[in-house]
């Protein structure tokens, strides 16, 4: 995964980024490992 062009992440079954691919972590702009998938790729924050 760390060659591929496509967005890759991992998340956990409690919506925690556990991996993500140099091309997710451009995209992003950084890595956001541990962080909620939905507030990284969704600039959400859940109440």
Same mark, same amino acid.
């Given at each position: !995964? &760390?060659? !591929?062009?496509?967005?890759?992440?991992? %998340?956990?079954? =409690?919506? +925690?980024?556990?991996? !993500?691919?140099?091309? !997710?972590?451009?995209? *992003? %702009? +950084? =890595?956001? *490992? %541990? &962080?909620?998938?939905?507030?990284?790729?969704?600039?959400?924050? +859940?109440?």
């Amino acid at each position: !995964m &760390e060659s !591929m062009s496509d967005l890759v992440y991992i %998340g956990s079954s =409690d919506y +925690r980024v556990e991996y !993500m691919n140099p091309a !997710m972590i451009k995209c *992003t %702009g +950084r =890595d956001a *490992t %541990g &962080e909620t998938c939905y507030k990284v790729l969704h600039n959400f924050k +859940r109440s």
